[in-house]
């Protein structure tokens, strides 16, 4: 890879895009006149935007209007009105009253056995805001009113008010000089938008300069370049990297100077503008965050053949990034290594550290990080790599699609395995039953729940449709799900390994449980999640053993590996030809996806991640042997053996068993990783 030659790609992408008037609009123009366009319009929103008083109903019994009105502390955001009542009709009165819009919200006052006492009854609406709004104002000012009335009767009996409050507190702000007032307001907002202008920057010039080059007709000839791939990826890169981080800048410092003069104008507020070396040292950050972005647009923009089309790729990218941004504003969310270890989401919170002023913090995990952000990106390279690698990148918008024949071809021209984008849409489908599914089902309140959910969610939420896609899309069921057991020679080799999967399973289980100890340090499961756990652990250790290992190791490794391993990895795989050697990357890819796609079905995150990396694991095996039952071996010996270890365990810490210890777990793992390399693989000859 020459850097002259990056160099001199660089200039050019970079001019292109500077005479781009588009360009220009979006990442000068708009910034400059967006926010104080917004200024203008919160001030003149504002004047219309003030609070009214809610209209309240008080029913009285046996009570005057007068006497209660003069003991009732000032309320001007409430509209009394008194109205003496039948205590049987009071009911009825106020749900008229509610129903008709005569008041907000209805107060019967009911006198006590004692002529100093009231209780009040409040009648409300949960469908009409006004309603709610009145409510909660009728508590406060009941409240307030409680504790005029204890002040005074304890005033009549010569007692200090401080016997009914005896602590008395203050609050004193003791912000180190590092931070600053406001840093828990600035440190929300600012990195959500500095993120999303980081993304929005990125996205649009990365769609120009692949489907636009495609419009334009100016792809091709850059191909035809002596630059290769990689360096004409790299060069695209750096240009939308720049875009992005100028994009990024621009819309903050415009959000940070409207956002101070607006709120100099509330009265009351605290909130200050952010201190320069605050805002400075939030461009640390911005770099690997748009390089992020650029990497993840550049590769999906890769898929485009138009402008047009790259446009509808936005909303999937923002989909997907924003949960892990708004990870930052949960409450609780902490910087720790866990956090870290999430992509964009250790950017969002290195950014409030920052903006809070916590630098130690910020210099412990930065590292973490970063190395995090850029092993995304180098995937997300390598991937467009792969993409720029192939001719199709060369065609454009040509033909128009047309839904009926798109489904007569689909059908018509069917293959032996399915093909990469029936695939992914394949799992896409899993995804949303399995979503759906979840909600048709309670919790289970004995272990026959269990079975029915266990069953429904298995055969039918994964066997069933793995069938019928194999069935419409392929040629050969046995085939495309890799479940052929003929001729002898191939039988013994298919048993032989079996038998080696199925060991290598139970040796490397103690470093799975070790995974699990790790993944739960670093997430914690909740306490509602844990509860629900332990309920079903209690539920299964009351059934019999053999039913447990069929229910929980036997059915999901047949129904999970034949979805997951057989109908997906078989359409996810690179088909060899003739004369092109093996493409190791898009076995790899092939291998991650559909294990990324094996660990979400499994819902609770801690079991995604192990989950995923068991994925991981099958689909080499299926790769290495080209056959699904040493998967469905080594499947039902990792579920049968944990099934019958955490028996009696109402979670995973309290499992002991004699290789849990570090040596014996690595010399154990080192073994069955030998007879995983011990597999036979599948042979080219076709008579063998």
């Excluded at 094996?598 to 095996?621: D, E, M, P, R, Y």
């Amino acid at each position: 890879m020459s850097l002259r030659t990056i160099r001199l790609l660089f200039r050019r992408e970079l001019i292109d895009q500077l005479r781009d008037r588009r360009t220009m609009m979006m990442i000068f123009v708009v910034p400059l006149l967006l926010y104080p366009l917004l200024g203008i319009s919160f001030f003149q929103v504002s004047q219309f935007v003030r609070e009214k008083p809610s209209r309240v109903q008080v029913l009285l019994e046996n009570e005057s209007p007068d006497s209660v009105e003069r003991t009732l502390p000032e309320s001007p955001l409430l509209d009394l009105s008194f109205e003496q009542t039948n205590p049987t009709d009071a009911a009825t009165t106020a749900r008229t009253a509610l129903e008709n819009k005569g008041a907000d919200a209805v107060v019967q006052l009911t006198p006590g056995a004692d002529s100093d006492e009231l209780s009040a009854m409040i009648y409300f609406s949960s469908a009409h805001e006004k309603s709610l709004l009145a409510k909660n104002r009728v508590e406060q000012l009941l409240q307030r009113w409680n504790k005029k009335l204890a002040r005074e009767n304890l005033k009549k009996l010569g007692l200090d008010e401080k016997i009914v409050a005896p602590i008395a507190s203050e609050t004193t702000d003791v912000a180190a000089k590092s931070q600053f007032q406001g840093a828990s307001f600035w440190s929300k907002l600012f990195p959500i938008m500095l993120l999303l202008w980081a993304l929005t920057g990125a996205f649009y010039p990365a769609v120009d300069l692949c489907a636009g080059e495609k419009e334009r007709g100016t792809l091709e000839t850059l191909l035809c370049s002596p630059a290769t791939r990689t360096e004409i990826v790299v060069s695209k890169l750096a240009t939308v990297m720049c875009f992005s981080v100028l994009s990024s800048l621009l819309n903050i410092v415009c959000l940070g100077i409207s956002g101070y003069f607006i709120l100099r104008q509330i009265p009351g507020n605290t909130t200050v503008a952010v201190p320069w070396s605050a805002a400075l040292a939030m461009v640390i950050p911005l770099i690997p965050a748009s390089l992020i972005f650029s990497a993840l647009s550049l590769a999906l923009a890769s898929f485009a053949k138009s402008s047009k089309e790259g446009q509808y790729y936005l909303l999937p990218l923002i989909m997907v990034t924003m949960p892990l941004i708004f990870v930052s504003m949960a409450s609780g969310s902490e910087l720790t290594l866990g956090t870290a270890l999430l992509p964009i989401t250790g950017i969002a919170l290195i950014l409030q550290q920052l903006l809070e002023g916590n630098y130690a913090t910020v210099a412990r995990f930065t590292p973490i990080v970063l190395g995090v952000t850029l092993l995304c990106c180098f995937f997300s390279v390598r991937f467009a790599v792969r993409r720029f690698n192939r001719e199709s990148i060369l065609l454009g918008d040509t033909q128009k699609f047309d839904l009926l024949k798109s489904c007569r071809l689909l059908f018509a021209n069917r293959k032996e395995f399915p093909t990469y984008a029936a695939a992914i849409l394949f799992g896409l489908g899993i995804l949303a039953l399995k979503y759906f599914a979840q909600f048709a089902f309670s919790a289970p309140t004995t272990f026959s729940d269990i079975v029915v959910s266990t069953l429904v969610m298995q055969l039918g939420l994964l066997l069933l449709p793995a069938l019928g896609f194999v069935m419409l899309l392929t040629t050969s069921v046995k085939k495309s799900l890799a479940l052929e057991f003929r001729p002898m020679k191939r039988t013994c080799r298919v048993l032989g390994n079996m038998i080696l999967a199925g060991t290598a399973a139970c040796l490397i289980l103690p470093s799975v449980l070790r995974l699990n100890e790790l993944v739960q340090a670093l997430y914690p499961v909740s306490d509602a999640i844990t509860g629900q756990l332990a309920e079903m652990q209690r539920l299964t250790n009351d059934s019999p053993i053999l039913v447990a290992v069929l229910l929980f190791a036997l059915l999901p490794a047949i129904c999970e590996e034949i979805t997951f391993r057989g109908a997906m990895l078989g359409g996810l795989l690179p088909r060899r030809q003739a004369g092109r050697r093996t493409d190791y990357e898009g076995i790899v890819e092939a291998i991650v996806i559909s294990a990324v796609f094996f660990g979400i079905t499994h819902g609770i995150l801690q079991q995604s991640i192990n989950a995923t990396v068991l994925g991981c694991v099958l689909g080499v095996i299926a790769v290495r042997t080209g056959s699904l039952y040493p998967c469905i071996a080594y499947h039902f010996a990792h579920n049968a053996v944990t099934t019958v270890v955490t028996r009696g365990a109402e979670n995973l810490s309290e499992i002991h068993i004699p290789l849990v210890s570090s040596l014996p777990t690595m010399v154990s793992l080192l073994f069955g990783a030998m007879l995983l390399l011990l597999l036979r693989p599948k042979s080219s000859n076709p008579t063998d």
